[in-house]
């Protein structure tokens, strides 16, 4: 069964550093998703991609925060510099989009990022 | 803006037991509404969903009933195992089928 990717799955890192996750969703999933999910609380969308277009982004930092999906298949988010209130995991998930209209969405297993 | 509501947890029951989760949701659109669930140190897996009202999502014995009337989607399950124990979210979708979640519900089942 067809599954989306990321990477790494753990990463530690000191403030004011620069860190980046990577995804790969599903095959064929022209929309693309990344959450933030702070510990004990439901995930919260940062960005939305449709092939390599953002359609939304306004809840993505975006003094600290970037991210793209240059060809419209994988993508990167980028965190620079790291604050310790970014301490979080960081999820990914993709859907199907035919005709305008998107489905269900597939998450992947996340990256925890720690920021010390 | 969109929300959605659900009990708090921790959720413990004994093995066998009766689960409910409530779940509301705000009423603006019509969206679909879903529950995931999140093993530990997993990302978040479809359990069921619905599109529309009175809707019956089902999924490894587990069901939610669409209700507008309540604006709910309370989760179910007859007989919890302890392979259940897991945090469940509600969440429902917006016209740009952006995902709003609760801050779900940790479920506990002891043997």
């Known amino acids: 069964e067809a599954e989306v990717a990321q990477s790494p799955r753990y990463k530690i890192t000191e403030k004011s550093q620069a860190v980046a996750f990577w995804c790969d969703p599903i095959?064929?999933?022209?929309?693309l998703y990344w959450y933030r999910q702070i510990l004990g609380q439901g995930p919260e969308l940062l960005v939305q991609?449709?092939?390599?277009?953002?359609?939304?982004d306004s809840q993505l930092p975006k003094d600290r925060f970037s991210a793209e999906r240059l060809k419209g298949v994988d993508s990167t988010l980028k965190i620079q510099p790291a604050e310790l209130g970014d301490s979080a995991m960081y999820l990914c998930?993709?859907?199907?989009?035919?005709?305008?209209?998107?489905?269900?969405?597939?998450f992947g297993p996340g990256t925890r990022l720690t920021v010390t | 803006g969109d929300s959605v509501t659900q009990m708090e947890g921790p959720v413990t029951l004994s093995e066998e037991a009766f689960l409910t989760i409530n779940c509301t949701y705000t009423?603006?659109?019509?969206?679909?509404l879903f529950w995931y669930v999140q093993y530990p140190g997993e990302g978040l897996q479809l359990l069921l969903k619905?599109?529309?009202?009175?809707d019956k999502g089902s999924n490894k014995g587990f069901e939610a009933t669409y209700r507008k009337e309540t604006t709910s989607f309370h989760l179910e399950k007859g007989s919890v195992q302890v392979s259940d124990s897991a945090v469940y979210f509600c969440?429902?979708?917006?016209?740009?089928?952006?995902?709003?979640f609760g801050g779900g519900t940790r479920l506990m089942v002891k043997p």
């Open positions: 095959s064929g999933h022209a929309t």
């Open positions: 991609f449709q092939d390599e277009s953002v359609v939304d």
């Open positions: 969440a429902r979708n917006n016209a740009g089928n952006m995902l709003t």
């Open positions: 998930a993709s859907s199907l989009s035919v005709a305008g209209r998107s489905y269900e969405q597939y």
């Open positions: 009423a603006t659109g019509y969206p679909s």
């Open positions: 619905a599109t529309k009202a009175d």
